[in-house]
C-alpha cells in the first residue's frame, strides 16, 4: 500500500511537473489536459485520475507557489497576534498592487483569469478560492480572535472568515483597476495607495487606530481619540 501511495504521488508530481511546462510555453489558454498528459508521457484518462479539469491543475500550481515561498510559508507559521494580522492584510495589499507594476506579466494573466473566471462558470476562481482557505484561513481567523481578546479589535457579528473575503475582493478589484495600460481608475501614487487601503481593510476588519498605528507604522496619535471609521468594500 506504501509502495503504491509513493508512485501515486510521485506520477502527481510529474504531471504537476509537466503542467509547469506547458502553462510556462503556452499560457493557461494555449495548454490543454492532453497536451499536458502527452509533456507528462501519460494518457489524458489518467491525468483526470489525478486532477479533474486544467482548472484543477493550475490552481494546485499556483497552491504548490505559495508553499514554496519561505516568506508566505514564515509568516502562516507565526503565532496569531494583531502583529500577525496586519502583516497577513499588508502582504495581501503589496502582492495585488504590484501586480500591474512589477514585470511578472504572468501574475497579471492569473488577475485576469480570476476575473474571467468569475463571469464564466467559476471553476477556477472556486478552486483558487478553496486553495487560499485552506492556506490562511485558520491563520487569519485565530490572529483576529487575539486582536479580539486583546483589545485591539472590536468583536465580530457574522463569520470571521467573511472579513478576509471582504478584504481579498477589495484589493483584488483594485487591482484589476489598474491592468490597463491606462488605469481605469487614477488612485495616485502607489506608496500612499498601499497605505490608505491597509487602514481601510484593517479598520474593517475591526481594528481601532491604536493597533493600526502600533502595527502598521504609522503615527496615528491626531486619530486615536476618534471613533473607528466604519467603511465597507
Aim: aromatic content about 6%; proline content about 3%; glycine content about 6%.
Amino acid at each position: 500500500m506504501s509502495s503504491l501511495r509513493m508512485t501515486s504521488d510521485l506520477r502527481r508530481q510529474l504531471i504537476l511537473g509537466a503542467a509547469k511546462r506547458c502553462f510556462a510555453r503556452h499560457g493557461y489558454t494555449g495548454t490543454t489536459t492532453k497536451s499536458v498528459a502527452a509533456a507528462a508521457a501519460i494518457s489524458e484518462a489518467l491525468l483526470f485520475k489525478h486532477f479533474p479539469s486544467k482548472a484543477a491543475l493550475y490552481a494546485e500550481i499556483l497552491s504548490d507557489e505559495c508553499e514554496a515561498d519561505p516568506a508566505f510559508m514564515e509568516l502562516l507559521e507565526r503565532e496569531p497576534s494583531t502583529a500577525t494580522l496586519v502583516e497577513l492584510i499588508r502582504g495581501m495589499v503589496e502582492h495585488f498592487l504590484q501586480i500591474a507594476d512589477g514585470p511578472d506579466q504572468e501574475e497579471a494573466q492569473r488577475l485576469r483569469l480570476m476575473a474571467t473566471s468569475h463571469l464564466d462558470d467559476g471553476e477556477f476562481a472556486r478552486l483558487l478560492y478553496a486553495k487560499i482557505e485552506t492556506l490562511i484561513g485558520a491563520v487569519f481567523v485565530a490572529s483576529l480572535e487575539r486582536a479580539i481578546a486583546s483589545g485591539d479589535a472590536r468583536p465580530c457579528a457574522g463569520d470571521p472568515l467573511n472579513l478576509f473575503w471582504f478584504a481579498h475582493h477589495s484589493v483584488m478589484t483594485a487591482a484589476l483597476t489598474r491592468l490597463p495600460a491606462t488605469p481605469c481608475l487614477a488612485y495616485g501614487k502607489a506608496g500612499d495607495l498601499e497605505r490608505q487601503l491597509c487602514e481601510f481593510l484593517l479598520r474593517g476588519i475591526g481594528l481601532n487606530d491604536a493597533a493600526i498605528a502600533s502595527h502598521l507604522g504609522r503615527d496615528l496619535a491626531a486619530d486615536a481619540g476618534k471613533a473607528a471609521i466604519a467603511e465597507s468594500a
